[in-house]
């Protein structure tokens, strides 16, 4: 169930005791039992092993103010902010995954039994897709919880992965607070995941070994009893694509997590300027928000000069090969949505072309355009006409969807969606749109 603690051994350790690991962990990989695994390690007398941070003053930096002192006095806090919901516990707990996932806290100084509810989705103020994150109860104080059968002398983390598939809320909503909840554990966290999804965690499986030693769990298909030296049900959030180092312990910003991705895939390049050959990258989008006239737009930049590379869906679909080719390009060119999110992997100093359709003028600066300069990537916008607009033809010039967005607005993002988002393809001016390539193309020249 879960994958060999990457035990590290201190030089000069006794011969036996380095015969007595090496027999246990071979017994690991070839099928044996993880969790006697790690009872045996809570055995081992000395530090054979390096020196690790107690990890219950670790727990207590995710919480301040109020809510560290409750933490302390009770063994149970929850940080309660504008966009998420995190519950600590700093005491054993029992999790029991024979049917919906339940805590039990019975080591708290409550004395009556109480309980909280919490949907453990880092956005929490997006009702939509709150509606399908599924709830995990915890039990307080005077409850009769289930026997353990299995010990664990790390904290449990319990997540959702949501409605996965969307690279954008992926990274947005569930990996980047991933990283800024468990990053200063040291890989010291067993990851539980609600709403369990095979695909996202084959997609991320590089991010998620790098943030927990163990295997994922999925509680559906578990059904036992976990215990577990402390909790922490839900992930921090901070703002789209983004982390803000004053909140995070360690302090990690962006260009750390950056880092973090670049070494988990590999990254060849760190800056722009070691790429030799000037590349582009152009999303092409097969559904909505399609470049009509992608052709014309490549034949275009390729007279400027660029090596042109069409990214589509297929291509995209394996995130481990994808990022490096990402990685490799200069300037990367979309229309706004979700396949943009790949500027994590572009190389310090490369450039993002937007091109905004009607309508999205919030969304595009706010999920794509100002989290770029936090990345150390250039933003370039490129807003499009009307006559640019496939919404054009299907409304005419004078329609409110044309003249006034803000009315659409007005009606709920479901209306939104279905106008600007699902109805919208894009025709760019190409005489227009070759000089914000041109400008792209001298912010790179710049370092080469």
Known sequence: MEKSRRGRLLVGAAPLTFLLIVCLLSADFFGGNIIAFDQWMQHLSGSQLEE?????????????????????ASGFACDVAENSIVCIA?????????????????????????????????????????????????????????????????????????????LFHEFNDIMIPLFITTKHFQSRVFLILEDYKPSFVTKFSKVIS?????????????????????????LKYHDNLALNPRDIPGGHSMHDFRQFLAETYDLKFKHVSHIRKPTLMLISREKTRKFLNEDEMVTMIKELGFRVIVARTKEAKNLNKFANIVNSCGVLVGAH????????????????????????????????????????????????????????????????????????????????????????????????????????????????
């Open 90 to 166: 700093n005491e054993p707990v029992r999790i029991d995954t024979s049917k919906n996932v339940t805590v039990y806290s019975s080591s708290l100084t409550l004395t009556v039994q109480d309980e909280t509810r919490v949907k453990p989705y880092a956005l929490q103020k997006d009702k939509y897709l709150l509606q399908y994150i599924t709830a995990v109860k915890i039990l307080h104080g005077n409850n009769k919880p289930p026997a353990c059968q299995y010990n664990h002398d790390i904290p449990a983390v319990i997540f959702s992965s949501g409605i996965s598939g969307n």
């Open 337 to 448: 949505g979700a396949g943009l999110t790949n500027e994590l992997f572009l190389p310090a100093g490369a450039v993002m072309v937007q091109v905004e359709p009607l309508g999205m003028e919030w969304a595009a600066a706010n999920y794509y355009g100002n989290p770029a300069c936090a990345m150390g990537v250039r933003y370039l916008r490129y807003k499009i006409e009307p006559e640019e607009s496939s919404l054009l033809d299907s409304y005419g010039r004078n329609h409110s969807v044309i003249m006034d967005p803000a009315s659409v607005y007005a009606k709920g993002y479901r209306a939104v969606r279905a106008v600007y988002l699902d109805q919208q393809d894009v025709r760019v001016d190409i005489d227009r749109f070759r000089k914000t390539i041109q400008q792209a193309l001298r912010m790179v020249k710049m370092h080469l």
């Open 210 to 234: 790098r943030l927990s030693s163990y295997e994922v769990m999925n509680p559906a298909a578990n059904g036992s009893v976990h215990c577990f030296s402390g909790m922490i049900l839900g």
């Open 52 to 72: 690790q941070k107690p990890l219950q003053p670790l727990l207590a930096r995710l919480v301040r103010g109020k809510d560290r002192r409750q933490l302390e």
